[in-house]
């Protein structure tokens, strides 16, 4: 059902930084491309930040450039590094295989707050 466990969230300033941290399963790691998600309250839910199996990774133009993606295959974890943090970034930020997502399971997520 849902395969990850996302932490690392908060509360900070504009133009601050926070990484946040996604434990996966693994076996779901290893069989799909791994992504963050994000939706902000009355809005629909967005796809930031996506890595594939073999590494490759891709941005939403929103955050190109400030967010970076990445994947720890010994620890079966996904970090999403986000710098420059702008109010528009504030949502809840959610870690997801994209086959569980084509699912529409999802986990808790994990709540960011950029504050101006």
């Known amino acids: 059902q849902v395969h990850t466990v996302e932490s690392g969230g908060g509360l900070v300033q504009a133009g601050g930084s926070l990484r946040l941290s996604c434990a996966d399963s693994?076996?779901?790691?290893?069989?799909?491309?791994m992504g963050w998600y994000r939706q902000a309250p009355g809005k629909q839910r967005e796809l930031v930040a996506s890595i594939t199996k073999d590494g490759s990774t891709n941005y939403a133009d929103s955050v190109k450039g400030r967010f970076t993606i990445s994947r720890d295959n010994a620890k079966n974890m996904v970090y999403l590094q986000m710098s420059s943090l702008k109010p528009e970034d504030t949502a809840v930020y959610y870690c997801?295989?994209?086959?569980?997502?084509?699912?529409?399971?999802w986990g808790q997520g994990t709540q960011v707050t950029v504050s101006l």
């Open positions: 997801n295989s994209f086959l569980t997502a084509l699912r529409n399971y």
């Open positions: 693994g076996s779901v790691f290893s069989k799909s491309a």
